[in-house]
């Protein structure tokens, strides 16, 4: 019996990372692929928070963030949120108030923010410096980590971090 089903969304720009975040974490695998993956609209984990059974229901997009297509039923009732850029690409950091704004338009009022820095992996290629993903966070109120997909630094951390936030909140 599952105690409590929540729904998470995951978006920032193309290329960021978003979908090798969501199979590190819901099935422990990487892929240097970039193919959207076709059909699927959500991968789900099932986790233990307090003795309770939790099933996240974590939603990837399926490449309309190219052309900033995301619909409002993307988000509708999400509870949680990563929002991934890239520390080896500035103009993905640059974008991530424009995620916000859409995020908070659509999402569940008290929805629980995640700021990725994805691929801290490829540390000789940075350029994003940490303090300016920390300064962001700090701003707008959001939790913040950096993350590689590829070595799975901080992969289930962050989604652990959201999805017990929401827990305390509900
Ligand atoms: P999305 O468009 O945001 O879903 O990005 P993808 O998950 O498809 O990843 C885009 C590319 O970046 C792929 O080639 C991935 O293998 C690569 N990638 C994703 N995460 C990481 C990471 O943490 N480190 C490195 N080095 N590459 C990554
Ligand atoms: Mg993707």
């Known amino acids: ?22 199979s590190r974490f819901s099935k422990n695998e990487f892929s240097t692929e970039t193919r959207a ?16 059974l939790v099933k996240a229901q974590i939603w990837d997009t399926a490449g309309q963030e190219r052309y900033r297509a995301i619909t409002s039923a993307y988000y509708r009732g ?12 500035y103009p993905s950091f640059e974008q991530v108030p424009r995620w916000l704004d859409e995020l908070r338009a659509h999402a569940d ?12 992996d490829l540390e000789g290629l940075r350029a994003v410096p940490v303090e300016s993903g920390k300064e962001l966070a700090e701003r707008e109120g959001l939790l913040f980590l950096e993350t590689s997909a590829l070595d799975a630094t901080n992969v289930e951390k962050a989604f652990l971090m959201v999805l017990e936030r929401i827990y305390r909140n509900v």
């Open 1 to 22: 019996m599952m105690d409590y089903v929540f729904k998470m969304v995951v978006i920032g720009d193309s290329a960021v990372g978003k979908t090798q975040l969501l």
């Open 37 to 52: 993956t076709v059909g699927v609209e959500f991968q789900t984990k099932t986790i233990l928070i307090d003795k309770k």
């Open 78 to 89: 999400a509870l949680g949120a990563l929002i991934v850029y890239d520390i080896t690409k």
């Open 109 to 120: 009022p008290n929805v629980v923010i995640m700021l990725a820095g994805n691929k801290c």
